[in-house]
């Protein structure tokens, strides 16, 4: 239904910063869509992160990032950021942006259409 493209992984060091993006197709779709971030380390199952709502003024997050990372949407709602602060070792990860419409959800089957994914290495 929706394409997704990520950007903005890479290599940094702990308590470093990076902004994960996703930029949906269509923009009248995504206007419907709540958008999720999800991540998975070697070896571990696909976890949930965050999601903010279809409007922006909802947002959701796992226990263990919350104060450190911020998801957020622009003004048109095309592209969906993560912001990751204070990064640890333990969340490398690859990081997979997803959609689901209308309603916001943390449960990954509920989502639809998923982006590539994109590495997230933090070093010690």
């Known amino acids: 239904q929706v394409q997704l493209v990520e950007s903005g992984g890479g290599l940094v060091q702990a308590g470093g910063s990076l902004r994960l993006s996703c930029a949906a197709s269509g923009r009248i779709l995504s206007l419907n869509y709540a958008m999720g971030w999800f991540r998975q380390a070697p070896g571990k199952e696909r976890e949930f992160v965050a999601v903010?709502?279809?409007?922006?003024?909802?947002?959701n997050y796992a226990d263990v990032v919350k104060g450190r990372f911020t998801v957020s949407r622009d003004d048109d709602k095309s592209t969906v950021y993560l912001q990751m602060n204070s990064l640890k070792p333990e969340d490398t990860a690859v990081y997979y942006c997803?959609?689901?419409?209308?309603?916001?959800?943390?449960?990954?089957?509920?989502?639809?259409?998923w982006g590539q994914g994109t590495q997230v290495t933090v070093s010690s």
């Open positions: 997803a959609a689901r419409l209308r309603t916001m959800s943390t449960t990954q089957t509920d989502f639809g259409s």
């Open positions: 903010i709502s279809p409007s922006g003024a909802f947002t």
